[in-house]
């Protein structure tokens, strides 16, 4: 459970056409020691947004006068709350709804109901974000218009992708590099997918991530001048470009683009890592394998294929990302199944409810 203190009180702004809904949000908020100002209707909430300038922005989807998806179009346009956090609120669970309000540039979600304590999550998780990126915004890095990091910068990475002379085949479960060795290299994933983790004294994997097609990995380790902290294997056949310190760190130093992608990757890192530690230290083991399942889900599901809701997966794999062991989350997946939540066969993993694995209670 997270602790609410603020030290600077906060100001969230929460647009929501139903009365009820909007005044029982407000009173959670408050009692976090939030300050607190609601609007009726999307064309209240947009000028009510420019005239307070809210450090957050809660609106639902469905609204008259201007829908949520309006709102932020329209706050998006405008300079002083384009870079606003904003969350959404729909009592829609289909994807293409949460997706399309993603792809606009909300920052996140909540799906209606909702508990107190998924509301005040999310808001905390989401100031502290912005908190951290404004507050390591020296050089003006961070103010880099996301176009141009876009064009710019990622056409560099890709002519320093491009001059590599050969792309490295790893056949599944080859380590591309291990804890504790000098870091020399930056990863690029061009097909396939990788986990990273790190192992105790007693040989227990602990899975710190999982990359797909177009990641990149060891860039931390470059960048803070250590040793690799973590080891990284295929999950799959994959194809790699490995890329030499010297010619990275050529590029990061003459492109400033290229500097303020990976300073921000770096810091959503951290943040999320720092958050999935959070999980693990307090959810209970079915919340803690429902979050394992989701982030597999998220990471590497194939959309709009038939198998969209399928995830292959190894159990001892699954026990490492949820820390638990790997009995425990065979427990699991089986009350899972027999909850209608997920499909089994094999070492597939099927969806059957996204929703309700969502929205699980702790």
């Known amino acids: ?37 609601t609007s009726e209707n999307g064309k209240l909430g947009v000028e009510d947004a420019k005239r307070i300038l809210p450090d957050l922005i809660i609106c639902d989807v469905m609204m008259p006068e201007l829908d949520g998806y309006g709102v932020l179009h329209v706050l998006s346009k405008i300079d002083s709350t384009a870079s606003i956090p904003f969350i959404f609120l729909t009592a829609k669970t289909e994807k293409s709804d949460v997706r399309k309000g993603m792809n606009l540039g909300a920052d996140d979600y909540l799906t209606k109901p909702f508990d107190d304590q998924e509301l ?134 003459s492109n400033k683009d290229v500097a303020a992608k990976f300073i921000k990757m770096l810091s959503d890192d951290l943040i999320e890592k720092e958050e999935r530690l959070l999980k693990l230290a307090y959810n209970s083991v079915r919340k803690r394998v429902a979050e394992s399942l989701l982030m597999l889900y998220n990471n590497f599901h194939k959309e709009g294929t038939e198998d969209d809701y399928t995830i292959a997966i190894y159990r001892e794999d699954l026990a490492s990302i949820a820390g638990a062991s790997k009995e425990t989350v065979i427990r699991t997946l089986s009350d899972f199944k027999d909850e209608g939540l997920v499909n089994i066969t094999g070492s597939k993993i099927s969806i059957a409810n996204l929703t309700k694995l969502q929205k699980m209670r702790n």
């Not at 600077?8 to 607190?36: F, P, Q, W």
């Open 120 to 253: 005040l999550d999310v808001v905390e998780i989401r100031l502290r974000k912005h908190e951290l990126i404004r507050t390591n915004s020296g050089n003006d890095l961070y103010s880099i218009n996301e176009i141009v990091l876009e064009a710019r910068g990622i056409q560099e990475l890709e002519k320093l992708i491009a001059d590599q002379r050969k792309v490295s085949r790893f056949k599944k479960k080859h380590v591309l590099y291990s804890e504790g060795n000098n870091a020399n290299s930056l990863f690029f994933i061009v097909s396939g997918r990788v986990k990273t983790y790190k192992t105790n004294e007693d040989g227990r994997e602990f899975i710190t991530g999982l990359y797909k097609e177009g990641d990149f990995l060891g860039y931390m380790n470059l960048l803070e001048g250590s040793d690799y902290t973590e080891s990284s294997m295929a999950l799959e056949e994959s194809e790699i470009h490995i890329i030499p310190k010297d010619e990275f760190f050529a590029l990061l130093f």
């Open 1 to 37: 459970m997270f602790h609410y203190q603020i030290t600077i009180m906060k100001s969230i702004l929460v647009i929501e056409d139903n009365l009820e809904v909007r005044e029982n949000i407000a009173e959670i908020l408050e009692l976090a020691g939030y300050r607190v100002f």
